[in-house]
């Protein structure tokens, strides 16, 4: 048991997240006392599933609701809790029409839930979770100083200032940078608790219920192949459920007050990404896209859909992050991605989100199209019906 979790009272927003329902799990496993904010309790379909994350749990769960932009619902989130994680931040789908959907629920979310542990006296720590996004985006030019060792360190920042830059990753610089500004500032007659972030990049694993999460998206697209082809991108991945050890173990090792913690396994290519799918679930009757799209094809695609530029301005970049501090403060060796990447794919299918295919299936599809096919044959003319019977008896030999 970790020495400070049990049985104290800790908050973690954001409760029916991706990477807050894996960090409440393993609190309650620790034997911690959670209390879990939620927007609305009345979304059963959404928040049902956090109720029962671990069987008979030393303590159950509590969950209150709060909303980042009411200031007021805070103070009694907070209320008694010696410790703080504040995960909730909106993760975009698409982008935003205004940068401001994303950047003012972002620091202003953050800042209403450190001003309510300043004026409560029990936090001792509060845990911020940022963003890779946060320390470097792959289209800005790459820092002077990581050159010769090409790895970026919690050192780098992104200038949320900067118009320039997309919307999510100036949301997530701009809510972390209020943070250490906010904490700096306290009062002394305030409650001058301790900082800790973390800055995860994209995060993959095991989802815990059927809501999908924005971040797993690219692997359902290539389960599903709702893509024809990879573009030529690298993802700086990471698995959840380190997510999840690196916030709780930065609760309460002494060294990461005051620090900002990389959470990252290693970078990817899409490509690579797809085929560590293909091997595993190619048998199992997917049909995983592994071709790699001209970058051209990729720019014409942004012109018709405005979800593809981010992926223009990062074609064929690589870099890499360090990931010291999580190893050697927090004491975290993180998850193969390999590992991480199959438990991603069998999370969606175990949940339904993404439909397996049997044999028998693939079989019924097949003799549905020969049907259809002699259904059209008999208004066709004479040379045509025999290409379409040739194709039928192909088809049947090779199912």
């Known amino acids: ?82 410790y703080v994680l504040h995960v909730a931040s909106p993760f975009p789908m698409a982008i935003p029409n205004s940068p401001d959907e994303l950047i003012k629920p972002a620091v202003d979310g953050t800042l209403n839930v450190l001003k309510a542990c300043q004026e409560e006296k029990s936090v001792k720590r509060v845990v911020v979770t940022s963003s890779l996004v946060a320390v470097y985006e792959p289209y800005l030019p790459f820092p002077k100083d990581a050159e010769e060792s090409k790895t970026l360190t919690e050192e780098h920042w992104v200038d949320g200032n900067d118009e320039n830059v997309e919307a999510y990753p100036r949301s997530k610089a701009l809510a972390e940078k209020a943070a250490w500004d906010f904490v700096k500032e306290i009062p002394a007659d305030k409650n001058k608790f301790e900082l800790a972030v973390i800055n995860p990049g994209l995060v993959l694993g095991p989802l815990l219920n059927k809501s999908n999460s924005t971040s797993i998206e690219v692997i359902r697209l290539l389960l599903d192949r709702a893509v024809p082809a990879v573009a030529k991108t690298y993802l700086p991945i990471c698995d959840v459920r380190d997510v999840a050890q690196a916030h709780i173990k930065a609760l309460v090792t002494k060294d990461a007050a005051g620090h900002r913690h990389n959470v990252y396994t290693d970078s990817l290519w899409m490509k690579q990404i797809a085929l560590i799918l293909q091997k595993e679930f190619k048998p199992k009757g997917f049909n995983i896209p592994t071709l790699v799209a001209p970058n051209f094809l990729v720019w014409i695609n942004s012109l018709i859909d405005k979800k593809y530029k981010t992926v223009v301005s990062r074609l064929g970049k690589e870099f890499k992050f360090s990931n010291e501090r999580l190893r050697n403060v927090l ?35 097949t003799d549905a199209k020969v049907e259809n096919a002699d259904e059209k044959s008999k208004e066709l003319e004479p040379e045509e019906k025999e290409r379409i019977n040739a194709e039928k008896t192909t088809t049947e030999v090779s199912t």
């Open 1 to 82: 048991m970790m020495e400070g979790i049990s049985n104290q009272l800790i908050l973690v927003t954001g409760a029916s997240g991706f990477v807050a329902s894996h960090i409440i799990k393993s609190l309650l496993e620790l034997g911690a006392k959670v209390r879990g904010t939620v927007r609305s309790l009345e979304n059963e379909e959404k928040v049902g599933f956090l109720r029962n994350l671990v069987e008979n749990p030393k303590h159950k769960l509590e969950l209150v609701e709060a909303d980042l932009l009411k200031e007021e619902t805070w103070k009694n989130a907070v209320k008694g809790c010696k």
């Open 331 to 365: 004491g975290i060796t993180p998850i193969e991605c390999e590992k991480t990447i199959i438990d991603s794919a069998n999370a969606l299918i175990d949940l339904g989100i993404v439909k397996t295919k049997t044999k028998k299936q693939k079989k019924t599809e």
